[in-house]
T-cell receptor, first 114, second 114 residues
Framework: AQSVTQPDIHITVSEGASLELRCNYSYGATPYLFWYVQSPGQGLQLLLKYFSGDTLVQGIKGFEAEFKRSQSSFNLRKPSVHWSDAAEYFCAVGALRGTYKYIFGTGTRLKVLA | NAGVTQTPKFRVLKTGQSMTLLCAQDMNHEYMYWYRQDPGMGLRLIHYSVGEGTTAKGEVPDGYNVSRLKKQNFLLGLESAAPSQTSVYFC?????????????FGPGTRLTVT
């Protein structure tokens, strides 16, 4: 069965430090992968996506993610975190073949220390 | 261009009452989705639609019904609310893979069933 795992429920980093949020997926074909961010009380906003091609993708707000097929991973990174990055981050596998559905991970809540 | 809007933003129901949540999008998207978000469980798909007049069940459809009479609107109904349906409900829409694949989310509806 298809699934998305985000092993870290909470992560705390200091402002200016680097960040990596982990995402692993289980899917029998080349996936379409997404990272979304949710600020408190808000809906989800797309950070970046991977369909094919270059395995390192750039997104908004200085985020990037790397697709590693051998590890079934799509980890999100940022070299220097800002206080405004505090939010919840969701990884998703999208548009599953023939179903138009998406599966979301359970999310990672990021706290940024000043 | 309002994007995806949801009505109402908040609602409190008593067990057994009914209500309808309205989702509207002005991006001419074919695909629309209803999710519920519960702590520690990420987003779970309730129902979705791949076009006007069509609907399909998602991961957690029991207790909910949907209708898509117009392309821009997707309604989620609760016929007899239960405390287990206390949640935050998000609507999303998408062009599908041909349009980039990402979903656009509304701001959410916080529903409490007492």
């Amino acid at each position: 069965a298809q699934s998305v795992t985000q092993p870290d429920i909470h992560i705390t980093v200091s402002e200016g430090a680097s960040l990596e949020l982990r995402c692993n997926y289980s899917y029998g074909a080349t996936p379409y992968l997404f990272w979304y961010v949710q600020s408190p009380g808000q809906g989800l906003q797309l950070l970046l996506k991977y369909f094919s091609g270059d395995t390192l993708v750039q997104g908004i707000k200085g985020f990037e993610a790397e697709f590693k097929r051998s590890q079934s991973s799509f980890n999100l990174r940022k070299p220097s975190v800002h206080w405004s990055d505090a939010a919840e981050y969701f990884c998703a596998v999208g548009a599953l073949r023939g179903t138009y559905k998406y599966i979301f991970g359970t999310g990672t809540r990021l706290k940024v220390l000043a | 261009n309002a994007g995806v809007t949801q009505t109402p933003k908040f609602r409190v129901l008593k067990t057994g009452q009914s209500m309808t949540l309205l989702c509207a999008q002005d991006m001419n998207h074919e695909y629309m989705y209803w999710y519920r978000q519960d702590p520690g469980m990420g987003l779970r798909l309730i129902h979705y639609s791949v076009g006007e007049g069509t609907t399909a069940k998602g991961e957690v459809p029991d207790g909910y019904n949907v209708s898509r009479l117009k392309k821009q609107n997707f309604l989620l109904g609760l016929e007899s609310a239960a405390p287990s349906q206390t949640s935050v409900y998000f609507c999303a829409s998408s062009w599908g893979l041909a349009g980039g694949g990402e979903q656009y989310f509304g701001p959410g509806t916080r529903l409490t069933v007492t």
